[in-house]
Nanobody, 120 residues
Framework: QVQLVESGGGLVQAGGSLRLSCAAS????????MGWYRQAPGKQRELVAVITRAGRTKYADSVKGRFTISRDNAKITVYLQMNSLKPEDTAVYYC??????????????RGQGTQVTVSS
């Protein structure tokens, strides 16, 4: 069984910063791609950032230059440093991890979500 535990969300004023964390635990050999998605009320879920096991990153245009995704492979944890936050960044943020199970099978797992609210 695999669990993803997210933390770091909260309420912040525009221009402020937050750091999200997502730690994976359980029957895990390693992790492949790790990413963050978000969903605002009334909107579709969108990809925020993704990082490969080799450390290559990709960002949504709306967050480039403000958000930084990183990972700790030893801890099987992915982070999202969010700076210069804007009210339009308000959403529930979900982590997604491509978990490689013992035996080599890969499954995608998603965290429970953490609320980020940016006030103007």
């Amino acid at each position: 069984q695999v669990q993803l535990v997210e933390s770091g969300g909260g309420l912040v004023q525009a221009g402020g910063s937050l750091r999200l964390s997502c730690a994976a635990s359980g029957s895990i050999f390693s992790a492949n791609a790790m990413g963050w998605y978000r969903q605002a009320p009334g909107k579709q879920r969108e990809l925020v950032a993704v990082i490969t096991r080799a450390g290559r990153t990709k960002y949504a245009d709306s967050v480039k230059g403000r958000f930084t995704i990183s990972r700790d492979n030893a801890k099987i944890t992915v982070y999202l440093q969010m700076n210069s936050l804007k009210p339009e960044d308000t959403a529930v943020y979900y982590c997604n991890v491509g978990v490689i199970r013992p035996g080599g099978f890969e499954d995608d797992y998603r965290g429970q979500g953490t609320q980020v609210t940016v006030s103007s």
